[in-house]
C-alpha cells in the first residue's frame, strides 16, 4: 500500500523539477505518473525525438528513492500528425469529424494511427528499457472518455465487415442471427454492411448491440498492440490502463486479459453527481461509498490481483456540476478505503494546480502558487499511515500488501446486458449501474466482501452470487448457473433476464427463457412503472415499495413458491418473487427493481441461506472492509460514529471513535465490531 502522484514536468520551468521531486519525496510519496499527454513535447516535429526532459525527470525521482510510472502518450496525438493525416481522426454517427483542439480524437482502427502508435511506443520503450527508476507503464489514458469509444469512419467500416464476416462466415448467417427480414435490412454480402451511421428511425438492435461488441474489441486489440511492444522492451515492467468509473462503453474484463493489473480512476464527488437520484450534503463532500466500492471491486476482480487508484481525487474538481470542496479528511479517507477494497497504490491526481489549458479548475496537491493545497496534507497523512500498516510487524506487512481481499459472494456484471439494455431500454427510469448497485449496496451494509465479475466467471468458490437482470441468456448461462445452485449455491437472480438470447433477439419461449427451469417461474406479464403508478410488494408478512419494472411471475414447477406478492394497481396479487430449491442449493426470483429497504430483507435472507458471515446492518454512509486480518472501518456519514471492539483489539489507525469523513483500521475481523452512530444508527 502506497501512494503516488501524477505529475507534468512538461507544464512548468525546468529549474521548478528538482524542487517539486524533492518535495514528493518528503510527501512520503512513491509513485510518479507521467507522460500522457506528452507527444508534442517528446516529438515537436515528425521523426524529432526529444526524451531528455522525461528522462531527466526519471532520473531525478529514482535518486529520491520514488519510481515512475510512465505513459504512452497516444490519447493526444500532436497536430503535425493530425494535419499530416486527417484520415487517423473519428468520425461521430453523421460523419463529423472530431477535430483536433482537446483529446482522444483519433480512430483506434486506423492503420496509420495504429503505425504511428508503434513507432512512438516502441521508441519510448527502447529509450527507458532496464532503468531501475521505471516501474512500469500505463498504456493511453481513459479509453473512452468523452464518448470516443465508438467511430464510425471508413476504417471502422472496413474493420468492422472484417469482424462480421469472422463472426458469422457467410451474410446468409448474419440476416438470420439478426433478423434482417424486419424492414427490409437483408443484405447480399459484409460489403454492404456499414457502421450505424444517423438515420431516421432508431437502428436494429441486434445490429447495434454487434457494433458496440466491435467498437469494444477494437480497443482491446488497440490496447494489445502497446501492451506487446512494451513488455518485448523490458519483460520486468508492469503494464496497467486507467479505467473510468462507470463507464459502460469498454469492456473493461476483455482489456484486462491483457493487463498485469486494472486501475481506476477515482474522483467521488463528480461522479455521486452522475446518478440518477440527487446527492446528498455529505455524498456532495466524500461521495457514496458503495458507488466508490463497487469501482473497487470491479477492477480489483477484473484481473483477481491488487488494482491501482491511478487517478484519486486531491480536492475540487472541474468537470461535474458542481465543483464542491471535499469534506476535511476525505482525500485519506478515499485512499484508505481504496486500500480496503484492495489497492496497492492510489495515486492523486495531480502534483500542483495547472496555470493553462482546460483542466484549470482541477485542483492538485499544490496550489497554483507552489503551496501546499488540502490534498497535500492528506496524502501526506495517508502515506505516513501506509508506512505504519507495512512496518508494524512481519505478520501485518506480509499481509497488508500484494494479496487481495477473500470473498465468498459475487454480483454478476456484464457489458452486453448493458449495451443491450441501452439500445432498448423501454423505460428512461431503468440504469443498470443503479441496479446492480441496489443489491451491491446491500451487502455491503452488511460488510460482506464482493467480488464483481462477469457471468462466464467460476462461480464455485462462492457462497452466494447475485445476479441482477441477466437480460441475455443462453443455454451455456443457464448450465453454468444450474451446476452452480445444485452443489449447494444460493443464487438470486433479478427482474428482466432471460428476456433475449445472444443476438439481441426475443425468444421463442416465454422469460426468463432458457432460465426458466432454474428459476421455476416464467414471467406472464411485465410493464415499466413510472413514479406516478403506485407499485409495492408484500414480502416475510411486510409490505415494500418497488420501482421501475415489474415481472408478473408465474410458477411452473412444483417446488417453486411464491414469497412475495405484487400489492396495488393493475399487478395486485400477481406474484412478484419467488423461491425455487434446485439440489442442495436454491434460488430466489425477483421480479421487481426493489426500494432500499426490500433489497436489504431480500439480501439479509439470502446470506442467511447460503451461512455466509454478516454483521448487522451498518449505519447508513459507513462501511466496513476486511482485508489480510484487519479492518477499515470507513465513516462516509456527517455524525461521529462509536465502535464497540473486543478489549484485545489494536487500533493501527485512528482509535474506536471517528469523526464524521474518518477512518480506522483494526486487527480485528468485522464481526467482533460493532458500530453505532451519534443519533442512533
Not at 519510448?124 to 532496464?130: G, N, Y
Not at 426500494?595 to 466496513?624: F, G, I, N, S, Y
Request: net charge negative.
Amino acid at each position: 500500500m502506497r501512494v503516488g502522484v501524477c505529475y507534468f514536468p512538461e507544464h512548468w520551468p525546468a529549474e521548478r523539477l528538482e524542487r517539486d521531486i524533492e518535495r514528493m519525496a518528503d510527501a512520503g510519496l512513491q509513485y510518479v505518473r507521467m507522460g500522457e499527454f506528452s507527444w508534442s513535447r517528446l516529438e515537436p516535429e515528425p521523426g524529432e525525438l526529444d526524451f531528455e526532459w522525461l528522462n531527466e525527470a526519471v532520473s531525478l525521482i529514482g535518486d529520491h528513492g520514488m519510481q515512475a510510472v510512465l505513459c504512452t502518450p497516444t490519447a493526444t496525438p500532436p497536430k503535425w500528425l493530425v494535419d499530416e493525416y486527417p484520415s487517423i481522426r473519428q468520425e461521430e454517427a453523421d460523419r463529423t469529424p472530431r477535430h483536433y483542439g482537446s483529446r482522444r480524437h483519433y480512430c483506434y482502427n486506423s492503420e496509420i494511427y495504429r503505425r504511428e502508435t508503434r513507432r512512438i511506443t516502441r521508441a519510448l520503450a527502447e529509450a527507458f528499457a532496464d532503468d531501475p527508476a521505471v516501474a512500469g507503464w500505463q498504456t493511453d489514458n481513459e479509453y473512452g472518455c468523452h464518448g470516443t469509444i465508438r467511430c464510425y469512419c471508413d476504417d471502422c467500416a472496413t474493420a468492422f465487415r472484417q469482424w462480421l464476416k469472422e463472426k458469422y462466415g457467410d451474410v446468409e448467417t448474419l440476416n438470420e442471427s439478426w433478423g434482417n427480414a424486419f424492414w427490409s435490412q437483408d443484405l447480399n454480402s459484409f460489403a454492404q454492411v456499414d457502421p450505424p451511421r444517423h438515420t431516421a428511425a432508431e437502428h436494429h438492435p441486434a445490429r447495434l448491440l454487434d457494433y458496440y461488441r466491435f467498437s469494444s474489441d477494437s480497443v482491446v486489440e488497440y490496447n494489445r498492440l502497446q501492451t506487446e511492444l512494451l513488455r518485448e522492451a523490458d519483460g520486468d515492467w508492469f503494464v496497467t490502463h486507467n479505467f473510468m468509473g462507470h463507464f459502460g462503453a469498454l469492456d473493461a474484463y476483455d482489456v484486462s486479459e491483457d493487463l498485469d493489473f486494472a486501475s481506476w480512476d477515482s474522483y467521488p464527488t463528480g461522479n455521486v453527481q452522475g446518478r440518477s437520484k440527487p446527492a446528498s450534503s455529505a455524498e456532495l463532500r466524500v461521495g457514496d461509498p458503495d458507488q466508490i466500492g463497487f469501482n473497487h471491486d470491479l477492477y480489483r476482480s477484473a484481473t483477481g490481483s491488487p488494482f491501482w487508484v491511478m487517478e484519486q481525487q486531491p480536492g475540487d474538481i472541474n468537470w461535474p456540476p458542481y465543483s464542491t470542496q471535499p469534506g476535511e479528511g476525505a482525500m485519506r479517507l478515499w485512499a484508505q478505503f481504496a486500500a480496503a477494497h484492495g489497492a496497492d497504490v492510489v495515486s492523486y491526481f495531480r502534483w500542483r494546480q495547472c496555470r493553462m489549458g482546460q483542466e484549470q479548475y482541477h485542483s492538485g496537491l499544490l496550489a497554483p502558487n507552489g503551496s501546499p493545497d488540502r490534498g497535500y496534507h492528506d496524502a501526506a497523512q495517508a502515506a505516513a499511515e501506509f508506512e505504519e500498516l507495512l512496518a508494524d510487524d512481519p505478520q501485518i506487512s506480509g499481509a497488508a500488501t500484494g494479496a487481495v481481499p477473500k470473498a465468498n459472494v459475487a454480483v454478476l456484471h456484464d457489458y452486453d446486458n448493458l449495451w443491450a439494455l441501452e439500445i432498448e431500454p423501454n423505460t428512461p427510469d431503468f440504469d443498470y449501474w443503479e441496479h446492480l448497485e441496489t443489491y451491491y449496496a446491500a451487502l455491503r451494509a452488511r460488510s460482506v466482501t464482493v467480488d464483481v465479475v462477469p457471468p462466464s466467471a467460476e462461480l464455485s468458490d462462492y457462497d452466494a452470487v447475485v445476479a441482477p437482470t441477466l437480460y441475455l441468456a443462453d443455454e451455456e448461462l443457464a448450465n453454468s448457473l444450474e451446476r452452480f445452485v445444485d452443489s449447494g449455491g444460493e443464487l438470486l437472480v433479478t427482474m428482466r433476464s432471460g428476456v433475449k438470447g445472444p443476438f439481441n433477439k426475443l425468444h421463442e419461449t416465454r422469460q426468463p427463457g432458457p432460465l426458466t427451469d432454474l428459476l421455476g417461474a416464467e414471467v406472464a406479464q411485465f410493464e415499466s412503472v413510472p413514479e406516478r403508478i403506485e407499485s409495492g410488494v408484500n414480502y416475510g408478512g411486510e409490505q415494500f415499495d418497488c420501482r421501475v419494472w415489474n415481472d408478473w411471475l408465474s410458477p411452473v414447477a412444483d417446488s417453486a413458491e411464491v414469497v412475495g406478492r405484487y400489492d396495488g394497481e393493475l399487478a395486485d396479487g400477481e406474484a412478484a418473487i419467488v423461491h425455487h430449491p434446485v439440489g442442495d442449493g436454491s434460488v430466489l426470483y425477483v421480479g421487481t427493481w426493489p426500494e432500499a429497504a426490500l433489497a436489504d430483507e431480500l439480501v439479509d435472507d439470502l446470506l442467511e441461506r447460503a451461512d455466509v458471515a454478516t454483521t448487522p446492518k451498518l449505519p447508513d454512509q459507513v462501511r466496513m472492509a476486511h482485508r489480510n486480518g484487519l479492518t477499515w472501518v470507513a465513516n462516509f456519514s456527517e455524525q461521529p460514529v462509536v465502535v464497540d471492539a473486543p478489549s484485545d483489539t489494536r487500533w493501527l489507525v485512528g482509535c474506536d471513535e471517528l469523526e464524521r469523513f474518518d477512518v480506522a483500521v483494526a486487527d480485528a475481523v468485522p464481526t467482533a465490531l460493532t458500530i453505532e452512530q451519534e443519533g442512533g444508527r
